[in-house]
């Protein structure tokens, strides 16, 4: 969901210091008691569930043998980043998951934890801590199969740390699931102009275009940080149907679905690495 960390260049990483941007957490703050209002500011990301839940759950599907009838993502161990009121986080519980779900906005985790307390199922399945990804990755090395990062990208300050802090708690092999805007023109006039200012679909200010990343940037950032790109697919909203459906250019939103390299967990040392090399470690990882 909608998050707002900002990220330092330290290592190791210290939580002496405040990693949130507190610009983008007071204007999250505000809505944090509108979550779960399907028909208020966040009626574009409930509806969003209806593709990108069965993205991530049929991909996953495709790279397991293990099939529970029922509870199809049985046993895999999800960490939803900038998780808000858990709108996604409920979904992925259902499907069988184990999610951990993150925020650093405390009020967004309040919210989350007092809407899954009303189904004991889900209350089981998911965890909330009001968290910057950072804060967690020493307590979490290595300790999920899957990370989603729903519309979280576009709040990051510095995203390659979002990136290398995501590789260190995925398990090898592990899937990390994006969706985000792509900075285009279309995607300031739609996005900001139109979604914000004359249709309300968003709150204006949620986001700045010079945070959208386009798809090529964080193919980059990721194949660079150890990671294989497997999927990117465009995503289109329908402001009149108030629903979403996929398409084949990205130049709005799009999904992306890369894999962490086995072999790259075994070093985490790119840091001091010159710039070839780390290209020539990736090309060889991937």
């Not at 043998?65 to 986080?89: A, E, M, Q």
């Amino acid at each position: 969901q909608l998050s707002l960390f900002r990220f330092t260049v330290k290592r190791p990483f210290s939580t002496s210091h405040s990693s949130v941007d507190s610009k983008e957490m007071k204007k999250f703050q505000l809505l944090a008691h509108k979550w779960w209002d399907e028909e208020g500011e966040y009626a574009a990301l409930h509806s969003m569930n209806d593709i990108r839940v069965p993205f991530i759950r049929d991909t996953l599907l495709s790279m397991s043998s293990n099939y529970h009838p029922g509870n199809p993502l049985s046993g895999i161990k999800i960490l939803d980043v900038g998780c808000g009121g858990g709108l996604l986080s409920e979904p992925l519980g259902r499907l069988g998951a184990s999610v951990t779900g993150i925020d650093p906005v405390e009020d967004n985790i309040r919210t989350a934890d007092q809407h899954k307390s009303f189904d004991p199922v889900l209350a089981k399945r998911i965890q909330y801590k009001s968290s910057s990804l950072e804060e967690i990755v020493e307590e979490s090395m290595e300790t999920f199969d899957v990370i989603v990062a729903s519309e979280v990208v576009e709040h990051v300050a510095d995203l390659e740390m979002f990136i290398k802090c995501c590789s260190q708690v995925l398990k090898p092999e592990g899937s990390l699931f994006i969706t985000t805007i792509n900075k285009t023109q279309l995607s300031y006039v739609l996005g900001i102009v139109v979604a914000e200012k004359i249709m309300g679909i968003v709150p204006e200010g949620t986001h700045e275009w010079e945070k959208f990343v386009s798809p090529e940037e964080l193919e980059r950032l990721l194949e660079s940080n150890g990671f294989s790109v497997r999927t990117v697919n465009g995503m289109l909203y329908n402001p009149l149907s108030g629903s979403w459906g996929w398409m084949e250019s990205t130049s709005l939103n799009y999904a992306l679905h890369a894999v962490k390299s086995g072999a790259w967990a075994q070093s985490h040392a790119t840091d001091t690495l010159p710039e070839t090399d780390i290209q020539q470690r990736s090309a060889t990882a991937g």
